[in-house]
């Protein structure tokens, strides 16, 4: 199937492109790249990383497991309790203060589950993914584990953080909300209001690691009110920081609020797949800047601007499932359940 190119006449935000072999030879050059990215926007593209064989078959497994009836796939419900990993449905999140409902389903599997396979950490999935934990899912999270670890810890370094302090934050021994998600989103159906696939959202963890082929993602750059397409471009992943980042270093790196609306122009009669690599902290982390530990994150989180980056002692996990439960239909009660479910968007008051 070839799908039409991403169109030349909407409105897109550049993205520095950082080539992960050199990360890996030390390139100042790059590594200064990847700094620019991470403390200007927190996204950025990262090429010659090596995925994209896993990536493929995660998309099928992510098809395969789509295409279970949705009874099979209910089953494995996640979502109400505030519980991450699982299986949701179409229209089950909000994505805005009115209770308008999201347009994608989507399957999240526990990287605690993965590693500890087959023995159960959180929960059981469906057989679809069970079928390929060891074969693909396994080898997905553990490479893209290993690069999300690389750019975590060049980031400590630039931040003047002691060595091995956001590592011990994300363990493989403890268990934390770290996931694999694939997603998938119907063509545009004629007639039906555009309503945003995935709410605007920060992201909720450290780093995600991200694959889509057509476009729908878009960033609200810093400083502006404005909605820009992300382009999709072929051999490059998109990495992006989410908030306990942006928490630990007092704002100087950024969570960026993005979502998902449908696809432009043509791109939008086909059905949309992504796929998501997720680290998040141990769920014991507690989220405050670390301005003990360096002058920078210090420095940074003595400004004004960035007294949301103060969450009172949250846990990850705290953080974590207030955010996933309040963000469910089920559980609205009004627009204080959206406002609830918030994170570190720069357009809203703090609600903690
Ligand atoms: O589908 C995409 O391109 C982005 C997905 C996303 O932002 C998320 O799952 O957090
Ligand atoms: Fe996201």
Redesign the pocket.
Known sequence: MTIPPFPEDVPTHPLLVVDYQKILEDDEAEIEKLWQGATSIGFWYLKNHGADADVQQMFNMGEETMALPLSEKMEFEQGDAGVSFGYKAFGANAVDEHGTVDTAEYINVAQDDVFAWPKIVHRAYPRTVADRMEGTILPFVRRSREINSTLLRILERRLGLPEGEFLKRHTAEEHSGSET?C?KSPPRKPGAPDNNV?AP?T?FGSL?F?H?RLG??QVMPPGTETWQYVKPIPGHAICNLGDAMAILSGGVLKSNL?R?VPPPREQGNFTRW?L?YFTRPGDSVILEPLSSMSEMVAEAARKPENVRFQTGGATARDWFERRIKNQRIKNRKGPETWRACRGTEHNLAPTH
Do not use: E, K, T, Y
Request: glycine content about 8%.
């Open positions: 998600r997603i995935l959202h992201d995600s991200l889509n729908g993602l993005h998902v992504s998501v």
